[in-house]
């Protein structure tokens, strides 16, 4: 149990699709991040939340993804219209304060076909 | 752009032999953290070093943050089968307020028995 539960753990969609994914923290955190990694790759920043407020997106955002955090809690990220490119796996994670790092979940491991 | 490059990136040893793991940049960073990835899931935080100069010891992990808080290192002492796994040093840029990390590309360590 890693303190933050993303699902579902696996997706694979047909391209052109919609997929949404989910991520938990267990327990209250104001400030969750998303992530994308893809083989051979460190993850790489895509969206940051301070409570129910998004504060940054990065340019890797493009305008078929969106993502909310619609009561502070909770967050989703949906993709439309999913591209081979769009393949890669999707962590979410929160952070403590102070000098704390990262807690990551597991992620959800994106496949377009 | 802030980067990390991290080298080897890797790395196959016996079980018992000592190796080092190198995380550079040419930015400041206000903290650097290490993470452990296991396939198919999301990093694990191993250490968070924010003092340049700072050594860090876990069992027979050693983490150095480098005087400039530019560079670290990851020192394995008598490497076991079990620490074999993707290590991710990921860094906080100096004045930031959204703790955005920057990943390196990772170190990939096989231990083999």
């Known amino acids: 149990d890693t303190g933050v539960s993303q699902d579902p753990r696996h997706k694979i969609t047909k391209r052109g699709q919609n997929v949404t994914f989910r991520c938990d923290p267990i327990s209250e955190h104001n400030r969750l991040y998303w992530y994308r990694q893809t083989l051979g790759q460190g993850p790489e920043f895509l969206t940051y939340f301070q409570n129910e407020a998004q504060l940054e997106k990065s340019r890797l955002l493009s305008d078929r993804f969106s993502a909310e955090r619609p009561k502070g809690s909770f967050s989703t990220l949906e993709i439309q219209r999913t591209e081979q490119g769009d393949s890669a796996m999707y962590l979410c994670a929160i952070r403590q304060g102070g000098n704390y790092g990262y807690t990551f979940g597991s992620g959800t491991r994106l496949t377009v076909v | 752009t802030q980067l990390l490059e991290q080298s080897p990136q890797f790395l196959s040893i016996q079980e018992g032999e000592n190796l080092t793991v190198y995380c550079n940049s040419s930015?400041?960073?206000?903290?650097l953290q290490w993470y452990r990835q296991e396939p198919g899931e999301g990093p694990v935080l191993l250490v968070t070093v924010v003092t340049g100069g700072e050594v860090k010891k876990l069992k027979r992990l050693t983490f150095q943050f480098g005087d400039a808080r530019k560079d670290s290192s990851l020192h394995i002492t008598a490497a076991q089968t079990g620490d074999t796994g993707l290590y991710l040093c990921?860094?906080?840029?100096?004045?930031?307020?959204?703790?955005?990390?920057?990943f390196g590309k990772g170190t990939l360590l096989t231990v083999n028995p």
């Open positions: 990921a860094g906080a840029a100096s004045g930031g307020s959204n703790y955005k990390l920057t």
């Open positions: 930015s400041v960073f206000s903290s």
